[in-house]
Each structure stands twice: as C-alpha cells, then as structure tokens.
C-alpha cells in the first residue's frame, strides 16, 4: 500500500517522534497509513486499517463442542451431526444448541424479561471497545470465592487512567486453565454451590454507574461469581442495556496493551445472547 | 483518553499536513492516538482503536431466523423454541441449526473433503481484512445471471490502486433488496436453475493466483452465480485455504470507503462454516 519511499520517510519521521511504549509495528501502521493518505489521490480510500498494516489478531474465544463446560451441566451441552444432503459434494453440520454455550453473549433479555433488548436489534457500535482487563488471577488462584472489588478497577486507574469511554471491562482470573475439565471449571461443592470467580455486585454498580462502559467479559462460566444467590452483576449491567460475555480466554495475552475488542454474536431472532467469536485487534 | 491540549496539537498538526481525502473524525482518530501515546508514560497503553476514537460500525448481517432464504429451500431454514428452563427467572432459547444459513463462512472444509480446514483451528488473523467492493449492482438490475469479471476488478484497481494484501473483495450487487422475499432471492426458474450474480470463476483465479486476498463476500446466496453448475468460485477460493461470506449485505454503506471486516464466525468444532456476525469498521 506504502512505497517504499514514504514508509522510510515515515518510519524516519515516528522513530524520531514516536513514544518508546509503541511497537515499532504499531507506529509503521498509524503512520504509514497517514502519510500514505497523504501523499496518494483524494479519491483513493487507502485501507488504514488493513491487515497488512494490522499487528496480531488475539482470539479470546474457547472452541466450542459437545464437551465445552455449562453451568447447568452437560445436559445443556450442544450437539451436532454431519448433514447427509449431498455429502458426497460439500462437508455440513446440523447442530442443536442453546444460546448461551461456551464464550457467549448475555444480553439483557436474557434477565430483563420485560423489554430486555434482543441481539437482531442490538446497536453494531456497541460491538466494538477498547479491552480494560482487571487481573485477579494472583487472588483467584488462593480462593475459588475471589471477586472484582471496587479497588481492583480503581488500582487498574491508577496505572492506567479511567476506564475510558465504551470500554469492554473484563475479568481475568485464570480460570481458563480449569476449561478441558468441565467438573474443576463449574467446581461444584457437596451441597451443590459453584465455586469460581466473578465480578462483585459493587464493582458492577460502579462500571455502570461511575463509568462509561459497553459491557464487562469474564473467562468464567458467569458474570457473577459462582457462589452468588442473587446475581447482583447481571441484573445490573443488562439493566442497564448493557451485555456480558462468559468464558472467555487468552485475556493475559491482552492485558496491558492496546487492543479493541470486536464481539461476533449472531443476529438470530429475539436472541437472547449468543455464542460469539470475541476477536481483539492489537 | 487525549487531554484538550493534545488533541488541539493534533488538530492544528493535522489540518496542516493530513490529506483531503481524510475525514476529519479519522484523522482526529489515527493522529490523536498518536499524539496522545506520544505523551504519555511508556507504561500507558492508551487504546488507539478505542470506541471514542472510532467512527462508524457498518453492520453487513442479515438478521438470521426461521424465514430466512435458504438456497436449498426452506426445509434446510432454522428452527427455534423457548427454552423452559429457569424459564421464570432468564429468557433464552434452542437452536436447531445447519451452519450454512442466513449471513455465513463457507470454511476449506464445506467442499475440500479431503483436509480443508476447519473453523475451530483457523488462524484468526485471516478474520480481519480491509474490505474491498466490487459493485455490479447496474448490471446485476439489467440480467440476474451478471458476474464479476476481471475487467471488473481491475477497473477498481484503476481508481483505488492495486487490491490490498489480506483484502475481502466484496461483490455488491444489490440482491439484498429480495432478502425478505426468498423465492425472489435464490430466483429459480420453470426448470429449478437458480438465477442471481457471484463472482466468475476467471475473476475468483485472478484474486487468488495474481493478488494476496483473506476470502471473498457476496450479497447473494452463493459466491458463484445462481445458474453454475461447476461452482469454480467455491473451488478455487476454498481450495487456496481462503474462505466465502454469502448473503452479506450493506456493502454500499462501505463503498469506495475505508473499512476493515472482521468475521464473527463461531469457533465451533470441525465447523465447515457457520452464521456469522460481519462488522465493517469505519
């Protein structure tokens, strides 16, 4: 897309201009872009943005099959079957399966059962944010119970500056590693009660509240921590017209750095969330 | 997430030396990133991409439900119900679902039986693309059997310069327009020849064999026109490990401007495609 003549004119220009907290990729991407608009025709609509001037694609999204955890327990689980019809010609599955499977949608008729908007009528624009990832893993990993506090995002601000606007908050506990083991990830005890992390109803009343926020994503199997009898932080971010995202992963990859998170839930009909392709672009 | 002052640094930076072609929201967007990670500490990692700082989200996806079009007819459409679990406290229902319906990827593996890859392990960063549109909507609106040729990709070329490295060529042909009516969308005639545009199989081998592109979308129901019976398009660009999006639409939103896909498909197991979410960022 650059010649290159202007990519040695811009890369002279950020090497002597561009901040030491910016990869050499990121700063060849802004700037060539720039300066390739710049130096091209004006009817020439230059991919910015284009792949080739991208860096990585960070998936955060499990695969999805007959064995991926549910909450609920595998009775919940999708299944699929190879489509007979001229499978002599193409390759199709059929598949049985409930919307909130694996890495997953909530969105807010799936507990504001009166108006709750559905995923066929959602606004796109609010399919796209900035990743602010609050790393409890260090707690999580002494106590299953372990949840986002107020001072665990009021911490990620001092580091970091507020929650910038249309953020996607997400919670990383480490709980992905139980993922392969659907009983370790659910983590029942004797008399029936989850046990795994989640984010505290305070500190889901401060994202909707105090902040700015599309919605918030947990690398668990529920916004809430898994102990939780009255669900406080879905109640308060899909009543806000806000959504959730559950078991996710890879959000170690993200943290800390740069990246716009893009959430791929189906537009099927009066959906009530969805399981999505939680791509972030780096 | 840019204080007043760097942003009017950026601005005046900007209107002096930012090309004409450029609106003034990107170039408020690409520069302030710039600027505003210029002057901050290396520890703060600003989001560039960040929602604020974006315009836009052209959303191509059609809704997806039991209507739908279908190309092999209604029989093959999606089916759902209400789930009655924990029915008084959450909405959310079943799915029974081909991954070949409404807004979808064709995968490697739909037609390349022997080894075509999968959704659940295809590299990611082949889902994210600068979007490349090919209109044909006038000749499309004359005969319902016009195709892309590669006269057509290179009178694109000619205005906006060679196809981009990692690029989605889009066909636009204005189909979308019958999306409600399916019988006029798959258009078969007295003898069950299916009758709507695609790309030519001459125009699918120039883009896979002389330029470097992620896949090809279409606002039809197949990437090869109605009426093949060789489907050369489906074999050519599946069978290079590229994959097809059918039945986008929106494509004119995106037209001659700069916008970068990302495909939501689902990471499902051994999927040979699947209904996605397509989001152009603008």
Redesign the interface.
Known sequence: ?CTPRIMETVRKRLEK??????SRR?LLK??G??AA????????????????M?G????L??????SSPHI?GPD?A?S?EK?E?LSE????????????V??HVDMP???I?DG?EHT?TYD??L?????VVIDISARAAEDADAFVTVEDIQAWES???EV????LVCMHSGWETYWDNPQAFINRDETGVAHFPGFGGEAAAFLVEERDI?GVAVDVASLDPGNSTTVPTHYTVLGAGLYGIENVRNLAAIK?????V????????????G???V?A?T
């Open positions: 897309m201009e561009g901040p030491p907290s910016m990121r802004l700037g872009g720039l608009g710049a130096a091209v025709a004006a009817s020439h609509p230059l991919p910015l943005l284009g792949q080739d991208m990585e694609v960070v998936d999204t499990h695969v999805l099959g007959e609920f919940f999708p699929r489509m019809f010609i193409i390759y199709w599955q059929q598949w049985s399966i409930n919307e909130h694996s890495t008729s799936h507990f059962l709750g066929d796109a624009n399919l796209v944010s900035p990743a580091r970091h500056g910038p606007p249309g953020a599309h800390d750095r740069v990246a716009t893009v959430v791929g839930i189906p537009r099927w009909e009066e959906g009530s969330g399981p999505c392709r791509l672009l």
